[in-house]
Every structure is written in C-alpha cells, then in structure tokens.
C-alpha cells in the first residue's frame, strides 16, 4: 500500500486501515518495502525523525542477492557514492538465522542458481530507495526490504497490517531520543 493517507489512483493507502484523523507519516517506505511506519500527530517529532540532520536511526532487514564478502559489507559500513552523492558510515551485519518474517505478498523472485542471505543495516539518513542503490551498488541487488526498527521501537509483536499506539514511556524515549522534551 502507498505511505499516505490520499491516492488519486485509487491504490490502497493508510486511510484502509487507520481511522485516526490528523496523523501523519513520519517518513515512509516504498512500495516495494514493507515494515515499521510511525505515525504521529506531533509536527516536531515528525520532523526530527525524518530530516537528516538529526541523524535518526533506523534500521531495516535487508534479503539480498549472494552471499556478501567483507570487503562489500565493509563499504557499506564506511560509505559509498551514490548518484546523488556519499552516504554516511551505515552499521551493518549478517543476520543469521534469517529473520521470522510473514511471507510477502507478493513473493519475492527466487533464483534456484543464486544464494541469498539477510542483512541488518542501520542508517542515519533517509535518501530515495536508499538500501536499495546500497545494497546493488555492492553487487548484491535487494529482494526484500523491512523496516524493522526507528530508533528503539521495533516490529516485535506487529503482523502486517497491525498498529498499536506506543505506550507513554516508549514516546517519552522517543522524543528523548530526538532531543523534544
């Protein structure tokens, strides 16, 4: 579904599962990416969650293409340039086991000839389809992307589709953790 609340295409959006009025995204996921999607009435918060500046993190499950050497982890831990310029030093590990995730619908492409295997990359900046020109400018091209985290707030306990509010302590970290009393 489309991250926002409207669509002139008539293409499922927020508004199908979520009746609260005057909630908005803070940031979003393409429509190939699934996972963790704040939601917030509070324009500050949303604001320093998604401006680069404040270098929020986030951290997202990432199913790729062969299995990754050192020496591309590594880039993607120190940087790379991109089109539209570097990226920011990323923490990134292999996940192993794979994550217990829902299947996707739809399923990703399965290659009986190519390995693959999950990664786990925390950014502090948000650019278009970021993880996923990182990922393929390593050689290792995404298949299935998730968003499992922004800052403490996880998935845990969430099955596609779901929301729950964050409970007062998990909000009062999260402005903490942006610096909003």
């Known amino acids: 579904m489309l991250t926002q609340f409207t669509d002139t295409q008539g293409r499922a959006t927020l508004a199908d599962y979520i009746q609260i009025p005057n909630v908005y995204a803070a940031g979003r996921l393409d429509r190939d990416s699934e996972g963790l999607l704040l939601l917030t009435n ?80 925390t950014l502090t900046e948000g650019r278009n389809r970021q993880v996923r020109r990182m990922t393929a400018a390593v050689g290792h091209p995404t298949l299935r992307l998730v968003r499992w985290a922004i800052g403490k707030i996880t998935l845990a306990g969430l099955e596609p589709g779901m929301w729950q509010p964050l409970t007062e302590v998990e909000a009062n970290e999260l402005r903490r953790s942006v610096k909003l009393k």
């Not at 120190?78 to 923490?91: E, Y």
């Not at 192993?96 to 009986?112: N, T």
Request: glycine residues 4%; hydrophobic residues 30%.
């Open 42 to 121: 509070d324009n500050k918060l949303k604001t320093r969650l998604t401006e680069p500046r404040y270098a929020h993190p986030r951290t997202y499950w990432v199913q790729i293409e062969r299995i990754p050497d050192e020496e591309a982890l590594g880039k993607l831990r120190h940087g790379l340039q991109l089109g539209d310029g570097p990226t920011k030093p990323t923490i990134v590990q292999r996940l192993e086991p794979e994550p217990d995730l829902p299947p996707r619908d739809p399923p990703i492409r399965v290659r009986q000839t190519v390995p693959d295997c999950w990664i786990q990359m």
